[in-house]
Nanobody
Framework: QVQLVESGGGLVQAGGSLRLSCTASGRAFSSYAMGWFRQAPGKEREFVAAINRFGSTNTADSVKGRFTISRDNAKNTVSLQMNSLKPEDTAVYFC?????????????????WGQGTQVTVSS
């Protein structure tokens, strides 16, 4: 069993930055691929970025060049550095654990989900 807890969300002006973190419980963290997803009001959940256990990443075109995913297996954490934020980045951001194939599939499938953290970007 893995529990995921996100933190770091908040309100930021357009052009600003935020760093989200997700801390996982359990000893198997390093064996999972980790991902970030987001869901805006009235929209479906969408893939943002994922990182496998070796550090290879996959990032959505909509955030490529602005968002960077990273992980620290020693600390059981995965982070999402978000720069040059836009109002359209406003959403609840979720952390997920699973396999890289399933996290990047459509629809995505995760073994575990966090409860989410709100990111609001004002114009």
């Amino acid at each position: 069993q893995v529990q995921l807890v996100e933190s770091g969300g908040g309100l930021v002006q357009a052009g600003g930055s935020l760093r989200l973190s997700c801390t996982a419980s359990g000893r198997a963290f390093s064996s999972y691929a980790m991902g970030w997803f987001r869901q805006a009001p009235g929209k479906e959940r969408e893939f943002v970025a994922a990182i496998n256990r070796f550090g290879s990443t996959n990032t959505a075109d909509s955030v490529k060049g602005r968002f960077t995913i990273s992980r620290d297996n020693a600390k059981n954490t995965v982070s999402l550095q978000m720069n040059s934020l836009k109002p359209e980045d406003t959403a609840v951001y979720f952390c997920a654990a699973g396999t890289m194939v399933r996290l990047t599939a459509t629809p995505a499938r995760a073994d575990y989900w966090g409860q989410g953290t709100q990111v609001t970007v004002s114009s």
